[in-house]
């Protein structure tokens, strides 16, 4: 389901909502609205006034919110990278004793799936963020660590060489999805999920100890 079903605005005429439930409303509409607007001119292309339109303020409201555009950008960034974030983390303290290949599945299926649900979302801070400027990708590089960290925790890294070795992986898994968010395409991610944990297993320690086969004897 979109941000933009389950945004709601505020109620018609008079109301008696405190003014922090106001603004906390006008914000999320916003922020929810820069990414929506830029699944039609990107960044570069979508002027304040396309956001407005979409999120249904004033450009006084606006302004009284954020500073510029790219303000507005990176606070949006900030919303759908942390949700990600969140969600990975539930996923993995939920499977955190279930055995590896269950675990990789779940952790995929998870990251995967909220691409696929909120595209407008993974543009934002998959593609989008390169055309903003040097703190935007700043944080970009920021949540490919804290993504490097995960994939870490999925393959049970423990030496600096699979460590380096989760961090390439990580990055081929972000430019897989970048490619597809780009290209409109997100439904297919769900088809290299597979191939990811087929290629997981038959590395064995490269990445992690998590597909490790026992010793002889044990």
């Known amino acids: 389901m979109s941000d933009s079903t389950l945004r709601q605005q505020l109620p018609r005429g008079r109301h008696h909502l405190p003014r922090e439930e106001v603004i906390a409303s006008q914000r999320e509409r916003i922020l929810v609205a820069m990414g ?3 699944t039609v001119g990107g960044y570069v292309g979508t002027p304040v ?3 407005l339109k979409r999120a249904g303020v004033s450009r006084e409201t606006f302004y009284e919110l954020f500073r510029s555009k790219a303000d507005c950008f990176n606070a949006a960034f900030d919303r759908v ?4 974030a969140e969600k990975l983390q539930t996923v993995i303290a939920d499977c ?5 290949l269950t675990r990789m599945d779940r952790i995929l299926t998870a990251y995967f799936d909220h691409m696929i649900d909120d595209p407008a979302s993974a543009r934002l801070f998959l593609v989008e963020v390169y055309a903003v400027g040097p703190s935007a990708i700043e944080a970009r590089m920021a ?4 993504f490097v960290e995960v994939v870490a925790t999925m393959l049970g890294a423990e030496s600096e060489e699979q460590q380096f070795a989760c961090a390439t992986l990580a990055a081929a898994i972000g430019a897989m999805v970048t490619g597809r968010i780009a ?10 999920k597979d191939q990811l944990i087929a290629l997981a297993e038959r590395s064995g320690t490269l990445y992690g100890n ?3 086969q026992p010793e002889v004897g044990e």
């Open 183 to 192: 290209a409109d395409d997100p439904d297919s991610l769900r088809g290299i």
């Open 143 to 146: 949540l490919q660590h804290r």
């Open 81 to 84: 990278s942390g949700a990600l």
């Open 49 to 51: 006034a396309a956001v």
């Open 96 to 100: 955190a004793d279930a055995d590896a």
């Open 210 to 212: 998590a597909f490790a």
């Open 36 to 38: 929506e607007a830029m």
